[in-house]
């Protein structure tokens, strides 16, 4: 009995460890459905974007052990490169001391309610083709006309901007897997040869359109205070506040198009 019920036990934590891994790999592999009429155009673009590099910033080992501490999740990194590079050296002196430390306030963390994307954000181009007067049908490929800049933004004001913007762009990017840029280019002359048939007697119209990301979620900010404690060091958050918060994030060297003919011009 004994061996039967030990052998249940260890099967039952076999089973544990073989599918925890694989529910957190399914939340991890998070991506938007991409329409079939939406393109790259990375290597066509006349205008190179600058890729948007922002990986997720490592504590130290010390600002780790902070971070255990505070009793609200902290995930802005300019306030974690700011605790990676503060250092407090431990001392015999530093027995009975007491201090607190004002850090300022900051936005700690973005929580993301909804990720979803507008492929048609902004026109950004038109081709047009009058076969009216043809005999067979023309084939028609996107030409961009003169270069374009599409911008994003945050849907209301807040503070420290700038913060904000970067965990609201780490967090949509972990959710679409997408690169995202809150403006991107397109350079005038970038073609792509994905053709477009209009039939004889026909005006035909391709449109490009600059996909983008809406991204809506909570901001928590919070004054942040360092406490020494003679050997003991802490983290503690005061006045917790949350605020909604939406944005308008470019998908970078991607292009919706639509196309369309008809028998006069529009």
């Known amino acids: 009995m004994l061996k039967v019920f030990l052998r249940t036990i260890l099967i039952a934590m076999l089973a544990m460890v073989v599918t925890i891994p694989s529910v957190q790999a399914k939340e991890a592999k998070k991506t938007v459905n991409i329409p079939s009429?939406?393109?790259?155009?990375?290597?066509?673009?006349?205008?190179?974007?600058?890729?948007?590099?922002?990986?997720?910033?490592?504590?130290?080992?010390?600002?780790?052990?902070?971070?255990?501490?505070?009793?609200?999740?902290?995930?802005?990194?300019?306030?974690?490169?700011?605790?990676?590079?503060?250092?407090?050296?431990?001392?015999?002196?530093?027995?009975?001391?007491?201090?607190?430390?004002?850090?300022?306030?900051?936005?700690?963390?973005?929580?993301?309610?909804?990720?979803?994307?507008?492929?048609?954000?902004?026109k950004v181009n038109t081709n047009y083709y009058d076969n009216r007067g043809g005999k067979t049908n023309y084939k028609m490929h996107y030409v961009q006309e003169t270069q374009k800049v599409v911008r994003g933004g945050l849907t209301a004001k807040v503070q420290k901007l700038e913060d904000v913007k970067k965990m609201m762009l780490l967090k949509a990017m972990k959710n679409t897997n997408l690169p995202l840029a809150f403006d991107t280019t397109i350079g005038a002359g970038t073609k792509k040869e994905h053709e477009y048939n209009i039939a004889p007697k026909r005006v035909g119209y391709l449109y490009g359109y600059a996909p983008a990301i809406n991204e809506k979620g909570k901001v928590t900010y919070g004054e942040v205070y360092l406490v020494l404690k003679g050997t003991k060091k802490e983290i503690m958050v005061k006045n917790v506040t949350s605020q909604g918060i939406g944005a308008w994030i470019p998908v970078q060297d991607y292009i919706s198009f639509g196309f369309s003919a008809s028998e006069q011009p529009k």
């Open 37 to 122: 009429s939406v393109l790259n155009i990375a290597k066509e673009n006349t205008y190179p974007n600058a890729t948007q590099d922002l990986p997720y910033l490592q504590p130290s080992d010390f600002t780790s052990q902070l971070l255990k501490t505070s009793n609200v999740k902290i995930e802005n990194p300019n306030l974690i490169r700011m605790l990676n590079e503060t250092s407090v050296n431990r001392s015999i002196f530093s027995i009975g001391l007491r201090a607190k430390i004002y850090l300022g306030e900051w936005p700690l963390n973005y929580e993301s309610a909804e990720t979803a994307p507008n492929w048609q954000y902004q």
